[in-house]
């Protein structure tokens, strides 16, 4: 298995829902990552786990709560979201912590709509 | 700071031709640069790995090259096709801040 599988690949949330967004892989790597995208621009990263632990933290607002409850797994719980929140959630993954070996591995992505 | 600058943001060609794109960068304290396709509303397809220690690197009809000294990687696509239409990112992976940075993308498509 080569793959980063996210789920859902839609979701549609009112301002006041909770909701959470799932990433699993099973090639052993090490690392998670989650990034933001808006369209036509680049990913921005939110979090990275290394090592099943919280690593860096780039200022994302408390709406968005990440968990790594395995190795294999990473979550991000959304609640009270912004319509600004709406974009394309990707996850990440990579063998060594920052990829500085093998590069990373992306998954397919959550495209969110808040209304 | 670390910036990742693409040339051009768009691109559109007739199938069959070779094309380059390209990615400059103002800091070569990199340890690695990876080229990335996205199709629209997808995820990131990583396409080649490059190491700082490297020159190129090649996959099919792709071919990577990179020169850390003066801050460029160019992406070689030979005899283009509609299905190579697509996003193609560059991003380096910065050693002075240990973080992934993205370039702004090239916009490509190919027609028939």
């Known amino acids: 298995d080569t793959e980063v599988t996210q789920t859902p690949k839609h979701l549609v949330m009112g301002m006041t829902n909770k909701k959470s967004l799932k990433c699993e892989q099973h090639?052993?790597?090490?690392?998670m990552y989650w990034y933001k995208q808006k369209a036509k621009k680049p990913p921005e990263l939110m979090f990275v786990y290394s090592y099943e632990k919280l690593s860096i933290n780039e200022s994302v607002p408390s709406r968005f709560s990440p968990e790594c409850p395995n190795s294999s797994l990473l979550n991000l719980h959304l609640h009270a979201l912004q319509p600004e929140d709406s974009a394309l959630y990707l996850c990440a993954s990579s063998q060594d912590p920052g990829g500085r070996l093998y590069g990373y591995t992306f998954g397919s992505g959550t495209r969110l709509t808040v209304v | 700071k670390q910036e990742v600058t693409q040339i051009p943001a768009a691109l559109s060609v007739p199938e069959g031709e070779n094309l380059v794109l390209n990615c400059s960068f103002t800091?070569?304290?990199?340890?690695?640069l990876q080229w990335f396709r996205q199709d629209p509303g997808k995820g990131l397809t990583s396409l080649l790995l490059i190491q700082s220690s490297q020159r190129e690197q090649t996959s099919g009809r792709l071919n990577a090259s990179l020169d850390k000294s003066s801050g460029r990687s160019t992406l070689y696509i030979a005899a283009s096709q509609p299905g190579d239409s697509a996003t193609y990112l560059c991003?380096?992976?910065?050693?002075?801040?240990?973080?992934?940075?993205f370039g702004t993308g090239t916009r490509l498509q190919v027609f028939p």
């Open positions: 991003a380096v992976r910065d050693l002075n801040t240990d973080k992934l940075i």
């Open positions: 090639m052993g790597h090490r690392a």
């Open positions: 800091d070569s304290a990199i340890y690695n």
